[in-house]
């Protein structure tokens, strides 16, 4: 099972599963509610008169329990969100880890989101961003909050025609515009990215966002990833809770992001502890229309007996064929079956041999 495999993975690099219930306190929703994705959310009135709400994010709860300490933790849990106009229950698998981290602790995360998406697919692909480097460019451009606005949805876009429009407004100046162009074309493996971003570094804070990000890309060689993850600065989504390092994974004919995660120390420095974070998740209840979860079949045989059947040879006689490894549906014969779909269908008669029915 593709959970179990997950969790696995996990374990290995020295994560424990962490444990919650369905729902939480909805003041801790509420009091951080520029971290959710979805402002809407289920609450309910406890017994008790206390106002909970069932759980539409996992990191919340970790960090709300997190005592300051390091942390390295996975989860198999359910969120329910908002998905166009509707409730709904949905897997969620990912990775947590708290602590002073380094750049180690950042490229174990990086590494682990990489081969959780390889045990999904080898034909994956996982582009990495950090908003540190860009808000470093950006700020040495001194821009206005609404031009700095409209230059961030551009970069998401890759929409260079619009930032040419911004300079020919006068917005940007044209070597502004150009350094933020060249951004936006940078899509290459890690290592080869960075030195592509190092012509466009202007300040020392953003040579450090690079000198942090190429030692990333060095351990990540170490665990054999070097090839596997591609800079693409377009990933500037959700700035305001990410800080450092962002990435998303994708699978071949998945139109949407499969993956998602990065470094988001602001929340954890919101709720009054001085540690950074990084984490990823896996939606796994998106994936189950791509990999065709659900079996063809429900049965490799369907088994139909009639009224003068015996019933305990037959039960014997079904029990041989299972534990060669069939599936076998018994229905009495003229039953009304709809909807039902087996491989094989046959009639049981006294004294049948598997051989006869095997499939």
């Known amino acids: 099972m593709l959970e179990e495999r997950l969790n696995g993975l996990y374990e290995q690099y020295g994560y424990r599963k962490f444990r919650m219930s ?3 306190d909805y003041d801790l929703y509420a009091q951080n509610k520029d971290f959710l994705k979805s402002g809407h959310i289920i609450t309910f009135t406890d017994v008790d008169g206390a106002l909970k709400a069932l759980k539409p994010d996992i990191t919340l709860s970790i960090m709300k329990n997190n005592n300051g300490s390091s942390e390295k933790v996975y989860y198999n849990e359910n969120v329910y969100r908002d998905m166009g106009g509707t409730f709904k229950e949905i897997l969620q698998v990912g990775v947590e880890s708290v602590g002073q981290l380094d750049p180690y602790a950042e490229a174990e995360v990086i590494a682990l989101a990489a ?16 908003v540190s480097f860009v808000s470093c460019l950006l700020d040495d451009m001194a821009l206005s909050d609404q031009v700095r606005e409209q230059v961030l949805e551009f970069i998401a876009q890759k929409n260079a025609p619009g930032i040419q429009t911004l300079a020919s407004q006068g917005k940007l100046t044209q070597e502004n515009a150009q350094t933020i162009t060249q951004l936006m074309a940078i899509y290459a493996p890690l290592r080869q990215g960075i030195d592509q971003a190092g012509q466009l570094a202007r300040n ?11 030692l990333v890309a060095s351990i990540l060689e170490g665990f054999g990833l070097g090839e596997r993850v591609h800079l693409d600065f377009s990933l500037v989504n959700s700035m305001d809770y990410y800080n450092g390092v962002i990435f998303q994974g994708f699978l071949q004919n998945i139109p949407f992001p499969v993956l998602s995660g990065g470094r988001y120390d602001n929340l954890p420095r919101k709720m009054g502890k001085q540690v950074g974070a990084i984490g990823f998740a896996l939606y796994m209840g998106r994936l189950e229309p791509y990999f065709g979860n659900e079996k063809q079949y429900d049965a490799d045989l369907m088994l139909t007996y009639g009224p003068d059947a015996d019933l305990a040879d037959l039960a014997a006689f079904v029990e041989t064929l299972r534990s060669q490894g ?19 269908t046959a009639r049981y008669t006294r004294g049948m041999k598997p051989e006869e029915v095997l499939v």
Do not use: H, I
């Open 115 to 130: 081969k959780s998406l390889e045990l999904l697919s080898e034909d994956y692909v996982l582009d990495l961003s950090d």
């Open 22 to 24: 369905k729902f939480e």
């Open 326 to 344: 069939l599936g076998v549906r018994c229905q009495r014969q003229g039953d009304p079956v709809e909807g039902v779909r087996c491989r094989k």
């Open 204 to 214: 020392n804070a953003s040579w450090e966002a690079l000198r942090q990000l190429s």
